[in-house]
């Protein structure tokens, strides 16, 4: 296990991560102090266990799930990070915790630690495929129950594959592939925050006019 001090002056702050090394050291990969808050990252089969510990010790009390959300790191191996955010209302403290999972490794679901999990856990695998074990309903949140892909994946085309567009002939919801291929679209929009960007018949880009040039004297 590394660890790592950030600068802070937060001396209860401190106490509670050399707390944590103490007990979770066997447990945890990577435990930090990062821009006044403390990190952890767990292994997969010691999840559970730790956030038992982080939620019912009298020293932390990390009763309440802010949120819990997914990363995906297209070059990583495993490629997917699992972070979840909890709050101590007894100790004004806030930990964030996170696992690592490839897109076939299923993460254990908090759902009996943590009620409010369940949706979070649920919009998780809906917008990045990662599968949550012994799960109550897993099952997407936010896209239509025959939605192809995981749209937050780093792969997954802006475009997407699949249009859904109210049809006035047949006068209801019809779905459609896209025909746009994402590679030829063009974004390169002008901005009203910037000026025109003018090109001259052969090409090469207008200069910059000099604003002290045509001014009335």
Not at 131 to 146: E, V
Not at 151 to 173: A, H, I, Q
Not at 182 to 210: C, L, V
């Amino acid at each position: 296990m590394s660890t790592k001090y950030s600068q802070t002056n937060d001396k209860a702050l401190v106490a509670l991560l050399e707390y944590l090394i103490s007990i979770l050291s066997g447990d945890v990969i990577d435990i930090r102090i990062a821009q006044d808050e403390i990190t952890i990252e767990s292994r997969v089969k010691s999840l559970l266990k730790v956030l038992s510990f982080l939620r019912d010790d009298a020293k932390c009390q990390f009763k309440q799930l802010i949120d819990l959300c997914g990363v995906d790191y297209p070059d990583r191996n495993p490629r997917f990070h699992v972070v979840y955010h909890l709050l101590s209302c007894r100790h004004n403290q806030r930990v964030r915790l996170k696992v690592a999972t490839s897109e076939v490794d299923p993460v254990p679901s908090i759902v009996k630690l943590f009620s409010s999990a369940d949706w979070y856990e649920r919009e998780t695998w809906d917008m990045f495929g990662i599968t949550f074990s012994d799960h109550p309903d897993l099952r997407r949140l936010l896209t239509d129950y025959g939605f192809d892909g995981h749209p937050l994946r780093k792969d997954f085309p802006l475009s997407g594959f699949v249009e859904v567009r109210y049809d006035e002939e047949k006068k209801r919801v019809v779905y459609e592939p896209v025909h746009l291929t994402q590679e030829y679209r063009q974004f390169d929009f002008m901005s009203p925050w910037e000026g025109a960007h003018f090109i001259r018949p052969g090409g090469e880009t207008e200069p910059r006019k000099n604003p002290t040039e045509d001014d009335p004297q």
